[in-house]
């Protein structure tokens, strides 16, 4: 009875991780803008990536010899998703690519992405 619920719960998290890695697939494909694309591969695909490794570590403890290698994927996946999608969203506010301008701040002249130092030049 155990066995059946474990593997349940098993095949409902490789479900869930399937669902968001199609909704990100999807939204990588049919998204028109860089910027509106860098969503569903940093969020939706990091959820479902996420997901199954949680299915597979379910199935580690349950049925095998437990290791916690799934959960060191999972927290170096979770830091360092959100660090590429912000270095890939400011290399295309360098690049122009952005559809709107950000709003200048209010109290500073130089935006940290926007605005070169007066003496540095591309």
Do not use: C, Y
């Not at 968001?20 to 860089?34: A, E, Q, R, T």
């Not at 290791?67 to 912000?86: D, K, W, Y």
Request: hydrophobic share 50%; glycine share 6%; charged share 15%.
């Amino acid at each position: 009875m155990t066995e059946t619920i474990v593997d349940i719960l098993i095949v409902f998290w490789v479900i869930v991780g399937a669902v968001f890695i199609l909704v990100g697939s999807i939204g990588l494909v049919k998204l028109n803008s860089p910027m509106k694309r860098l969503h569903a591969p940093t969020k939706a695909s990091t959820l479902g990536v996420g997901a199954l490794l949680l299915a597979s570590m379910i199935n580690a403890f349950a049925h095998h010899d437990g290791s916690l290698h799934e959960m060191l994927i999972m927290a170096f996946l979770f830091v360092t998703a959100p660090i590429s999608a912000h270095f890939i969203s400011k290399v295309n506010i360098h690049r122009g690519v952005t559809d709107a301008t950000p709003p200048k701040p209010q109290n500073d002249d130089i935006w940290a992405t926007q605005d070169q130092p007066p003496d540095r030049t591309i």
